[in-house]
């Protein structure tokens, strides 16, 4: 039988990106379904009524929500080809520990870099320059987190890439000044097909942010 | 089978979240030295274990570090394949079920928690209250749903779902006193209030889980001194 896989995801969604790298590099075939979070569909509230939030995978019509656990879950079912996560218990450990990191940190930051100013953004910037210092020690001399290939950090982390321009623009600063390897990794990702083609293009990016900011009466 | 010595756990024992991984060792039957941290400060170890976060709970398994208490439980599981039950589920979609519901308890339920302790006046309490008991309401239907008439969510034994959530059985029962509630109510969600006792009296749980006296002593202590939530 064959399966049916939907993913319900909103364009612009580091979280979502995550889900459509993960399902190209296993080959999965899917339905991509673009939601208007202003107008939620049917499907949505009845797959994710906890939280109302993208990205859910529907699975046979069976929700998966939380993006690393749809991560995960896509990880386990197609496991076949190209394993996210390494099978070593540290490794796993040690991979999980610092999406858990990201996911505490960056979102937070990103949002506070384009939607405040004065102090409150300047620290934001500052920390985020330090969050990223981080991970490029976490990577040291590796092409990638998870080694020689992309795996579950990897992907985990780079759809926030797609933010970066847009954060640069609001904040008025180079990240590939500060932090040059985090971006050359950043790279290295966008030449693999599976994240090329799941990622989009940071100055769309921009432009959605800048609506943001204009619905939300931000300067 | 780990060698004496080779298993160590830094934390502190009112933490639920140190809790998690003592439960995952004692279900997996691995003996382990337990590094007291001293309230108000931070050892060295601590600090050089875990200088992202600095905070406890961290597994050191032949001096390498492991944090958060979710990994931790995770990392347990994969070290100890073959000593007592699986933690995760073996499915596929039932740990996704699972990590979902873990999740939500620590991204949304727990934060509800300690909002009681922090909210200001009656109306606020009130408002926090309602909200833990409709955490535990949503919690309590997916009781239902996965334990499928079985002791515990992760059916006939203790699984990551119920480490998850049955850690913070006594902060709960310490709140109920302090607040005059009831919140592990057997009217409204029946399933975790038996469930609840379940956990508590379970081998693996007995010896970690504190007597809510002893809970209720320290939360008065840390109150008065920090007019702080739980500790990590």
């Keep these: ?219 | 089978m780990a060698k004496v010595g080779e298993v160590k756990l830094i934390g502190a024992w009112p933490s639920p979240f140190v809790m998690r991984p003592r439960i995952a060792l004692n279900l997996k039957g691995v003996e382990y030295e337990f590094l007291e941290e001293k309230f108000g400060g931070k050892s060295d170890l601590l600090l050089r274990s875990n200088p992202v976060h600095k905070k406890i709970p961290v597994l050191l398994h032949a001096d390498r570090p492991i944090c958060e208490s979710l990994v931790i439980v995770q990392y347990i599981d994969k070290s100890w394949p073959s000593s007592g039950p699986s933690i995760l589920p073996s499915d596929p979609y039932d740990r996704a079920i699972a990590r979902f519901w873990a999740a939500y308890i620590d991204e949304k339920w727990f934060p509800s928690m300690s909002g009681i302790a922090r909210a200001q006046g009656e109306e606020a309490k009130k408002a926090a209250i309602d909200q833990v008991a409709e955490g535990l309401s949503l919690l309590e239907d997916a009781f239902g749903k996965i334990s499928k008439g079985k002791p515990f969510f992760g059916g006939d034994a203790i699984g990551f779902l119920d480490i998850a959530l049955g850690c913070f059985i006594g902060w709960l029962r310490v709140t109920e006193r302090t607040q005059g509630v009831k919140l592990l109510d057997e009217a409204k969600v029946p399933g975790l209030a038996k469930w609840a006792g379940r956990f508590c009296a379970d081998g693996a749980v007995k010896g970690v889980m504190p007597e809510t006296e002893k809970l209720a002593e320290f939360a008065k202590l840390i109150m008065g001194k920090f007019k702080a939530p739980p500790p990590q």
């Design chain 1, 1 to 219: 039988m064959a399966d049916e896989v939907i993913l319900l995801d909103f364009w612009p969604s580091m979280f979502g990106m995550r889900c459509r790298i993960a399902l190209a590099a296993k080959g999965v075939k899917y339905e991509y379904k673009d939601e208007d979070l202003r107008n939620k569909s049917e499907l949505l509230l009845k797959m994710n009524p906890i939280h109302k939030k993208i990205p859910v995978l529907v699975h046979n019509g069976k929700p998966v929500c939380e993006s690393l656990v749809i991560l995960q879950y896509i990880d386990e079912t197609w496991s076949d080809k190209c394993p996210l996560l390494p099978s070593d218990p540290y490794q796993r450990a040690q991979a999980r520990f610092w999406v858990d990191y990201v996911d505490k940190k960056f979102y937070e930051l990103g949002r506070k870099v384009w939607s405040t100013k004065g102090e409150e953004q300047e620290t934001a910037k500052k920390e985020m320059i330090e969050s990223l210092k981080l991970l490029e020690g976490e990577l040291g001399d590796k092409p990638f987190f998870g080694g020689e290939k992309l795996g579950f950090l990897d992907v985990a982390i780079v759809p926030f890439s797609t933010w970066f321009y847009a954060y640069e623009m609001c904040g008025n600063f180079s990240l590939e000044a500060e932090c040059p390897k985090f971006m050359a990794w950043t790279k290295r990702c966008m030449e693999i097909e599976s994240v090329s083609k799941s990622l989009v293009d940071p100055h769309k990016v921009y432009g959605f942010v800048l609506q943001l900011k204009k619905a939300f009466g931000i300067e």
